[in-house]
């Protein structure tokens, strides 16, 4: 290396996603095997099911249920459509849930749209069976090759009620019970998965207020817990105006934790002040460099989790680092300051080059940060922890707002995908599989 300045550019770490948003596609593809079994399985009759023990459902719940799915064709085009699969008695270490809350996550988009441009976005069938096509343009085939010609489920995350339990004590011990559900293909009304995968919600929680429970909220904790881990002591995060950046900013006022918000806009940066963020530094002011520097020397953070991915935010940070670290080294050195400096990517809201002009020294680090590849870092009982925190404090810390709840029919109507669609910060949509469904009044024992 030298330290001539030059301009470096480097592909986004989330660029391969082509539309993956704020996001963490690889995420999602840990998932895929369990959506491939899904989908595999919801060709089946429940009786079909091998080497099972097959225990009964309320009386009320339905053979089949509407599934919202993804296929990306080997014509160069996107297909969303919503197909009717065979409910699944749950086994015996299994239960099953009425979905009735499901966020649509930016990483839930990069599945849902693939690397469609959806401004050719068009709508067919009926207002009960919608089907939307989009084209795919030809340079972005390639990064699709993985999954062409393949139906996928859709939704990393959800919340409803256990209304079918197997014979397991776990299981049993869920039933009438409203939880919250990690696994994917969330966008379904009716959701047959491990009692292990299901976090009880606390008395009074509605599946609105559970939705939300595993990605933002275990995202926030584990760039807490990743800065802890890796000898930091505060941190930068941009897109913080997100429901992501309101969790990790109540955190950091709770655990008394240095914290840079960086936003695009004065509203996002008055709201966060509001919420009692202490530096909110807003990239569109022609001061933004300089506001930079000045909130990471006071809390001195050397550490950031940035959520765009593309362009030269990531860089900046660095820059800004290095200059509030300077300002207190004893002599001249050129290779810079001898501190570590570390900016994870972790989502690609610009999907462009990660762009940057290396006048940071030589302790660097640049790369990529995933929620399930650090969960499984750190481990079960760690993990649990983190889930522990989460349900005890859901209706505060880790609460989420959204801008309207859909029904799976309505999330593929044109004009709500062009709102969500453009993860906006403030137009997070909440989907609810059994909204307007003939047998929304299954019963529910509540929540424990």
Not at 392 to 414: D, G
Request: proline residues 4%; charged residues 15%; positive net charge.
């Amino acid at each position: 290396m030298n330290a001539s300045g030059r301009v470096q550019k480097v592909r986004s770490v989330c660029h391969i996603a082509a539309s993956v948003g704020a996001g963490r596609r690889d995420d999602l593809e840990q998932l895929a095997k369990m959506r491939f079994a899904t989908r595999e399985q919801s060709t089946r009759s429940p009786l079909q099911r091998p080497n099972h023990e097959i225990h009964p459902m309320t009386t009320d719940t339905p053979s089949t249920a509407l599934q919202l799915r993804s296929l990306v064709k080997r014509s160069g085009e996107l297909e969303l459509s919503l197909a009717s699969i065979a409910i699944l008695a749950p086994a015996a270490d299994e239960v099953l849930v009425r979905i009735e809350a499901a966020p649509i996550n930016p990483s839930d988009l990069g599945l849902l749209f693939g690397a469609a441009d959806m401004s050719t976005a068009r709508a067919s069938g009926t207002a009960a069976r919608p089907v939307v096509t989009a084209r795919i343009p030809d340079a972005a085939m390639k990064g699709m090759a993985g999954r062409l010609d393949a139906s996928l489920p859709v939704g990393t995350e959800g919340a409803g009620v256990v209304v079918g339990a197997g014979s397991s004590d776990a299981a049993q011990a869920l039933l009438g019970k409203t939880v919250a559900v990690l696994g994917g293909a969330m966008y379904t009304q009716y959701r047959c998965i491990p009692a292990d995968q299901c976090l009880t919600l606390p008395a009074g929680a509605t599946p609105a207020d559970g939705a939300s429970s595993f990605v933002n909220p275990l995202t926030a904790l584990g760039m807490v817990e990743t800065m802890r881990r890796e000898g930091h002591t505060a941190l930068v995060h941009t897109a913080a105006a997100s429901n992501l950046g309101q969790m990790l900013n109540r955190i950091c006022l709770q655990d008394r934790i240095g914290l840079v918000n960086i936003v695009r806009q004065q509203a996002q940066a008055d709201l966060l002040a509001a919420m009692g963020a202490t530096h909110v530094c807003n990239a569109a002011s022609a001061t933004f460099m300089h506001d930079l520097t000045e909130a990471i020397a006071a809390t001195g953070a050397t550490i950031a989790f940035d959520a765009t991915g593309g362009g030269k935010l990531a860089g900046q940070i660095l820059t800004c680092m290095e200059a509030a670290l300077n300002r207190n080294a004893s002599e001249y050195s050129r290779y810079g300051s001898t501190t570590h400096k570390q900016v994870y990517i972790y989502g690609g809201m610009d999907t462009g080059a990660t762009e940057f002009n290396r006048n940071f020294g030589m302790a660097w680090g640049m790369g990529g940060w995933l929620l399930f590849p650090f969960l499984q870092k750190i481990g079960p009982a760690a993990a649990q922890v983190l889930k522990q925190r989460v349900a005890a404090q859901l209706k505060t810390t880790f609460a989420s707002r959204y801008a309207a709840q859909v029904s799976l029919a309505e999330a593929l109507q044109l004009d709500r995908i062009a709102v969500y669609g453009k993860r906006a910060t403030g137009e997070k949509y909440l989907i609810n599989p059994n909204k307007g469904a003939a047998n929304d009044s299954v019963p529910s024992k509540g929540a424990a």
